[in-house]
Each structure stands twice: as C-alpha cells, then as structure tokens.
C-alpha cells in the first residue's frame, strides 16, 4: 500500500516538474522571439526621425502627422517595457503609414534620392518586423494556449506565469488611409 502511495507521489511530483519546465521553455520562446523582433523595430525607431525630416522639408503644413510620429517617439525605447514597446509600436506603424501617404502626394519628394534610400530601407525593416511578429505571435499563443488549458493552467497559476501579449494591429492600420489636402 505505502508503495502504491509513493509511487502516486512520485509521478504526480513528475507532473508537476515537466509542466512547469514546459512552461518555462514556452515563456523563453517567447522572450526569445521578443528580442529578435525587437532588434527590427529598434531600427525602424531609429530610422523614422530621418524620414519626417526628409518628408518635412517638402510637406510642412502637414505638421500634425509630423508631430504625432514624434510624440511616440519621445520615450526612450530601451526603457520601455515588452507591452509598451508593442503598444507603441503598434501606433508608431500607423504615424509611418501616414507619413508614406502624405510623402505619396508629393512627386518632389519620391524623386529625392535621401527619400528613395530611406523607404527602401523602412521597407526592408518592415519585412523584417512582419516575419519577426508572425514568429513571436506564434509562440505566444503556445504559451497562452498552455496558461489557459488544464492541468497545467494550475500549474502556471502557481508559479505566476502569466499569458503574453500578441503584437496585434490597430484600428487605424485595419482601414486605408485618407489624406486630405
């Protein structure tokens, strides 16, 4: 009978030990996926002041869009945290989506050279943001599949392990943009 008992004991302590290390690995993948896209999006942060610049000096009366891009970028980027950086970043997608469609009704501006080298190079990140948030929203939903499912939602509720964010699009990016002049 003792047996029989420690040998129950055994397995359910094994239970609890492999969903918890599944857990971990999970939320490590999503870290991981984290940082590969945030590489990417640090460099379309980085690259966004030098294209309102260029776009500015031929479209200043669209001063609103200008400022609204600035104004989400005037947090420091490596103190924000994983939710900020996607929440701003999801609103910083749609200020560039605007300014490309300011810069489009500006001939004048598509043919300067400094423009063309800088959307080529916001069309390069892009790319590369959009394989990086497939890959991280991919393991998020394995993880906030196996926070929420049973048993091992006991499990994470024990040790904290909470559902991650996915990177989601906005309102603003769901629908097409109209610029009035």
């Not at 030098?50 to 947090?75: C, G, M, P, W």
């Not at 950086?85 to 609103?91: A, G, L, M």
């Not at 948030?133 to 991919?138: P, Q, S």
Request: aromatic share 10%; net charge positive.
């Amino acid at each position: 009978m003792n047996i029989i008992i420690v040998a129950v004991g055994v397995v359910i302590v094994g239970l609890l030990i492999f969903a918890y290390n599944k857990a971990i690995e999970l939320r490590n993948y999503v870290k991981e996926a984290f940082s590969t896209m945030d590489v990417y999006l640090k460099k379309r942060w980085d690259l966004v002041p030098n294209l309102i610049e260029v776009v500015k000096s031929y479209a200043a009366h669209e001063k609103e869009v200008f400022e609204q891009v600035t104004k989400l970028r005037s947090a420091n980027y490596n103190k924000l945290k994983t939710a900020q950086k996607i929440d701003v970043n999801e609103k910083l997608s749609a200020g560039v989506s605007h300014l490309i469609a300011v810069a489009e009704n500006y001939p004048e501006i598509k043919a300067n050279q400094n423009y063309a080298l800088l959307m080529t190079q916001l069309a390069e990140v892009e790319e590369d943001i959009a394989n990086a948030r497939k890959y991280y929203n991919g393991t998020v939903r394995e993880l906030n599949t196996y926070v929420e499912t049973f048993p091992s939602n006991i499990i994470c509720t024990l040790f904290g392990i909470k559902r991650a964010k996915l990177f989601e699009i906005n309102e603003s990016e769901r629908s097409s943009i109209k610029v009035n002049f």
